[in-house]
């Protein structure tokens, strides 16, 4: 008797699954989505951290995906930002899910990933959008009519999603380029470290920096460019490595993650200041090596909002039919150094 009475419960489980999931499923592809802003349009997100959730009219069950990482501390403050979403938007019917989608950026790892997505009936899906390969990953997801946003990582050519929340890559590799020109008096010797050569944003960063160089800077010289695949322990290496081989080296960039690894390389090997590092990303671990001395330029890219504006966005877009003004919400991306880090992280911050 116990035996059929646990198949039965089984069976009741599966089908109280199965009625939620098709009710969801039926919810979701009777709702008409807005007409997404024209792809490549783009400019400033005024109400950046500051925009809140529409009211949800119909009381709609509302389920959506943040897709991510967690290989470095760069997702700290995007899980944060995600986090604060999802508490605001309780109130709103709304569940909001941090879905770890592997330990790289590239299409065969978040494809696989918004294939999960479609097939646990989400509403809104969240991703970065690291390389072309995503293109028909989104295209499917639209098709199921599930509201898909990027974030940090933006392809070139044009895909379905709504729209975009985060910096301009490849103008803040031309700042980083500036800034270092600047810091070297416009002669020297600079490596490059970037994260992935596949991730698009990735290399718009160093497209933009080396873009920069070559139109104003003819005595400024790129010696080498490596991957060090986000990690700061591969990024040491590879800066010892650059001061080895180039003793005269002025220089490092750092396109993605590992910063910090780069910038203790030349601590450890006594070049502070004489080696020049340039980066990205306010963090804990990178601010500290700003106020000592070893960075001399950090840009910023508004990191936690890339977690909780584009949650919050891809809710009123999928509830209040709220359209943003352009397809390309641009965060702010200031520039910190030795001298101005304190404007925007006080000691009180750490």
């Known amino acids: 008797m116990r035996k059929y009475a646990a198949v039965l419960l089984s069976l009741l489980a599966i089908l109280l699954l199965n009625d939620s999931c098709n009710r969801y ?71 909001v899910d941090w879905i770890v989608a592997g330990d790289r950026h590239t299409a065969d790892v978040f494809g696989i990933a918004i294939e999960a997505a479609i097939a646990q009936n989400y509403d809104g899906i969240a991703c970065l959008a690291g390389d072309e390969g995503m293109i028909p990953f989104i295209q499917k997801a639209v098709d199921a009519n599930i509201a898909v946003a990027t974030y940090n ?34 002669n020297g010797k600079v490596a490059i470290i970037t994260g992935f050569f596949a991730v698009e944003a990735h290399e718009s960063r160093r497209t933009g920096f080396k873009d920069v160089i070559a139109e104003k800077y003819p005595n400024v010289k790129i010696v080498g460019e490596v991957e060090n695949i986000d990690l700061a322990d591969i990024a040491y290496t590879q800066a010892m490595d650059f001061m080895s081989s180039y003793p005269d080296l002025s220089g490092i960039y750092i396109t993605a993650s590992g910063q910090f690894g780069a910038a203790n390389a030349v601590k450890d090997n006594g070049k502070k200041g004489s080696v020049k590092v340039v980066c990205h990303d306010f963090l804990p671990e990178t601010i500290g090596l700003v106020k000592e001395g070893v960075i001399q330029g950090l840009i910023d890219q508004s990191t936690k909002l890339q977690g909780r504006d584009v949650v919050i966005r891809l809710y009123n877009y999928i509830v209040g039919g709220v359209v943003p003004p352009c397809g390309k919400l641009l965060l702010d991306t200031p520039m910190g150094t030795p001298e101005n880090i304190g404007k925007y992280w006080p000691d009180s911050a750490n």
């Open 25 to 95: 499923s039926s919810s979701r592809n009777s709702r008409i989505l807005p007409q997404p802003p024209p792809y490549f349009s783009q400019g400033r997100a005024e109400d950046q951290g500051k925009v809140m959730p529409v009211k949800n009219v119909k009381n709609e069950k509302i389920r959506i995906a943040f897709l991510a990482m967690e290989t470095n501390p760069w997702w700290t403050p995007v899980k944060a930002g995600v986090m604060e979403a999802r508490d605001i938007l309780k109130g709103y019917n709304t569940e």
């Open 153 to 186: 990582s933006e392809t070139n050519k044009e895909s379905a999603r709504a729209f975009f929340v985060g910096a301009d890559n490849y103008k803040q590799g031309r700042a980083c380029g500036e800034k270092m020109a600047q810091l070297i008096g416009g």
